[in-house]
């Protein structure tokens, strides 16, 4: 109960539009907050140690064990990375609308173990190629078991739609657990997207060096089978954080889908009637002081009734237009950083195809897994994250007077300027590596080591994490602070979906290449023998996409409003 001991004021303030696991008023000295965030964080590392445990090396799975050429299985990633970050729309969806982040979470960590388990059973059931067929020229002329194959892909698109679920919910139930008008929470809030993003990584590091050795020396039912087992042990952590959570109380308003989707459905039946009374009408009759911005002028039409009166209760109120116009003015921001999404994708295809072909022997008898070589990408962003949140904001807040030093567009923009860096190195990388195979004559041998040292990827590993430190951290914080607080999992779900789109726009690229490159018997862009691919043709084209989409990017972020006082 309250206490009326004014020393002791705030141990028992209720935080409000929450409630505990019973429903019942929640007291900030004993919910939410990093106590709770800890409990979320850790689920998030077991999920991401599971899930990229199974991503990162899958091309090498498809293209070894399942016999697919670099290009189809390189599109097959790409299909299936996409699809687990577009299913967060769904899922995002499902649990604002009816079950709720909490219960979203439990319901997908399950599907998700059901999904890791059938991968498992597809890994270790006895294949064709267990039992010692021919193979010419280092390509097998025997082919996997078809219901093998068949159990693999549902296993694999049954872990998307888990994945689907549980990405945006863990997320926004984390930020959830801060509340935003507290200054202290406000300010820990902020932070907790960095550290959320450091602690994701921390595990994710050392799941692929284990993940990726075991799986390329030892066996591949073991290397899906441990993400399952770490996947059920993030569901009982997250469990054992029950009592701790804040927990959004459900208003008896209309779903912000149903408020938004009505101003788009009224503005298009109003599109013949004459706007401009607007604001002299709501001033004269005193509803509420004039805040209609001047973009997306048309949807104010929504505020009207087809004859242009007002009649309360059924039209759109002004705060609804804004509403929908805060959401209106996330597409360009969206748009523009798709190329991004095609860029991320790289690293976990041709880049681990890249370094298979490349001295990795660390020493005599033992050789880094090539796939292993992303961990790159995440141990820069480990160490970044802490120069970024102790160095650069305070020096940056210091300059510019705002709280968070750069603002969530400046920080994206800077992300995406590197990420066209990184693709120029790699380029570079490329061609010398191409130049190397034809001074030593392995042209013809690509199954014979280049003799020049994997360290060379190292500067584009790391610049391609430096580049997600500013831009995937930008964007998942610029999604969740922008969109209608009760529509935060779909805010995520959103920012998670330009991966989902640059995963399926990286695959009809490849294919479209694989086909105008390829044709009368000439070795594709991506042909099978990298030695004689083309790579660094790809690298070039995607920096010169990337430069076009930040050249976009800087137009549309001029413009831009903040939804939100004080946004920075």
Sequence with gaps: MPSSDTQTPLLHEAVEGCADYNGRPVYRSISGGWRSAFFIIGVEVAERSAYYGISSNLITYLAGTLGQSTATAAENVNVWSGTT????????????????????????????????SLLTLSAVLPSSRDSGCQTADAISLCSPDPRQVILFFVSLYIVAIGQGGHKPCVQAFGADQFDGKHPEESKAKSSFFNWWYFSMNSGMVVALLILNYIQ???????????????????????????????????????????RIGQVFVEAVRNWRANSSAIDCREEALGIVPHQCSEQFKFLNKALLTPNSSKEDGKVCSIGEVEEAKAVLRLVPIWTTCLIYGIVFAQSSTFFTKQGATMDRSISPGLDLPAASLQSLIYLSIVFLIPFYDRVLVPTARALTRKPSGISMLQRIGTGILLSALSMVLSAVVEMKRLRTAREYGLVDLPNTTIPMSVCWLVPQY???????????????????????????????????????????????????????????????????????????????????????????FLYFSKSYIYNREGTR
């Design 85 to 116: 970050m577009l299913l967060p729309l769904l899922g995002a969806f499902i649990a604002d609308s009816f079950l709720g982040r909490y219960r979203t979470i439990v319901v997908a960590s399950c599907i998700y173990i059901l999904g890791l």
């Design 216 to 258: 390329d020396n030892l066996n591949w039912g073991l290397g899906f089978g441990i993400p399952c087992i770490i996947m059920v042990g993030a569901l009982i952590v997250f469990l054992l954080g029950t009592k701790t959570y804040r927990y959004g109380i459900k208003t008896e308003e209309r779903s912000a889908f149903l």
């Design 462 to 552: 790391i610049l391609y994490g430096a580049a997600d430190v500013f831009a995937m951290v930008g964007l998942q914080e610029f999604f969740y602070d922008q969109v209608p607080s009760e529509l935060r999992s779909v805010g995520l779900s959103l920012y998670l979906s330009i991966f989902g789109v640059g995963s399926f726009l990286s695959s009809f690229l490849i294919s479209g290449i694989e086909k105008a490159t390829g044709r009368d018997g000439h070795d594709s862009w991506f042909a099978n023998n990298l030695n004689r691919a083309h790579l660094d043709y790809f690298y070039w084209l995607l920096a010169g996409l990337s430069v076009v989409q930040l050249a976009a």
